[in-house]
């Protein structure tokens, strides 16, 4: 028996709840999850319902890439449950009184318009506060009330009712798109992206090498470094168990490749980034009495051409002891398909490497910079792929279980690093925008949990924010910048790296503590 396609009214009245559902405030503010339920419906609506599955997610709405393994990346399942939650809100609120619900079955994807038989339809009531809201959302509303009221009259009045509800629907489309081109967008001075870079890195091949080990290594941000390979020369050590700097995962330093050696590591054809890992653990105070500057010169190339030259790591990093990672960009395999790094030391002294790291990359500039003060990784509700805290040095990290007003990603805003810190972010050379995301706390940082709702002044934190020693901002406090949320986000352009390729920011107190929730590095 053949099945039936659905009425042609049905898929009008779908498509109607689907426009209303994406004008909504609920979707406006959140882009990516409206652009995932239309690819979902629209797939649903030409008869593909069969096509819709995590890997063609992955690929066709986050730009994953032929190579998207959904094992390692759980970006479709975090998405699709985050959609979930938003239409369960929506349909709590403003839906609530609509014919057709939109819901995501847990476990799949394809999208159900469920009748709403718990809501019956009620005669227009003239009191005000059953009135539908001002606005366009209020035209859909009050648009869409009268082919329901009318679905009992003689035909001429259906007839009439459609062409009436096609043509204000219409008109209200027309309406949203003329705001959109007028207003200019918030994120208008930011660096002009490939739409991949704005969604996120692109995807493809990582290869990630831990020099010296014999084992694996998974780090805080969930990712696996293999143990050394594709090396010839040097010779594999083990420091002795000790804290480095600016880095949640110190052991992760502990073994090194030294000496003079090279790597040929094969890869596919492409444009990738190199990420370079040192940390100097033998030359230090301790055991030169002066210092460890000097101590050790190195040289790296890769494919022959010069990356480093008289490369000093304590004097790069600014202390031994202490994680100092490189970035290049617009790096591709030799005509062999390997990529050859050559590692030398001077004045007589090894060579010393941590890690290696090779991610897809882009061709003159460095994929998108997210850190959240948190131990964990997160994606947040625009897709963004948020690295747990590192290149840090003082502070300390602070969660809270009161929810921050103002954001519809609290989650975001959950966790912050407080006191008198610096972050040295490693980039390539050029000019960058930088994006701060800060919290206002209901308490002291000494009562991180205090409980939700409960009455306390806000606490009075002055600081100064510095961007390579040029201040950013000065006496900036949360408290009076928030005023109606307790969510503050500041952005800066034009910066540029310091001469040994970072952004270092600082964190000043002025009085109490500096805190900082987020911070976002985009190349321009």
Known sequence: ?????????????????????????????????????SYLCESLFAGKSGQIKEYSVGVEVFHRGPSFDQDSDSIVRVEANRLRKRLAAYYAGE???????????????IPRFESAVSHQVEPVSTDAAALPPPGIKGAITRLREPWLRLSSRPAWWLVAALALLSLGLGCALLIVRHIKQAVPAAESNQPALPAEAQLGPPGGEEVRILAGSSRGFVDHAGKLWNADAWFDGGTAVRGPAQQIWRTQNSDFYLTSR???????????????????????????????????????????????????????????????????????????????????LEFSGGDGKPAILSAIEILPGFRGHIRPVRLLARQTPYYSNDSHWWSPDNYFEGGQLASYTAPVSGTDDPELYETERWGNFSYAIPVSPGKYSLTLHFAVRRGDWDQPSSAPGENRSPVAHIFDVFCNGNALLRNFNPVTEARQTDVVIRKFTGLEPNAQGKLLLSFVPVEGYATVTGIEVLPQ
């Open 1 to 37: 028996m053949a099945i039936e396609s659905p009425e042609l009214a049905d898929i009008e009245a779908q498509r109607a709840e689907l426009e209303a559902v994406l004008h909504s405030e609920h979707f406006t503010r959140a882009p990516t999850l409206a652009h995932l339920l």
């Open 95 to 109: 839906g609530a009184s609509h014919r057709l619900h939109i819901t995501i079955p847990l476990g799949q994807y």
């Open 258 to 340: 030294q000496g003079q050696f090279r790597y040929a590591i094969p890869l596919k054809q492409g444009i990738y980034e190199l990420h370079l890992y040192f940390a100097e653990t033998v030359y230090g105070p301790e055991s030169s009495g002066t210092g460890g500057e000097g101590s050790r010169i190195l040289t790296v190339r890769a494919n022959g051409k010069l990356l480093l030259t008289r490369f000093d790591i304590v004097a790069d990093a600014g202390a031994s002891r202490t994680a100092d990672v490189k970035v290049f960009t617009g790096i591709e395999p030799a005509s062999d398909g390997l990529l050859h």
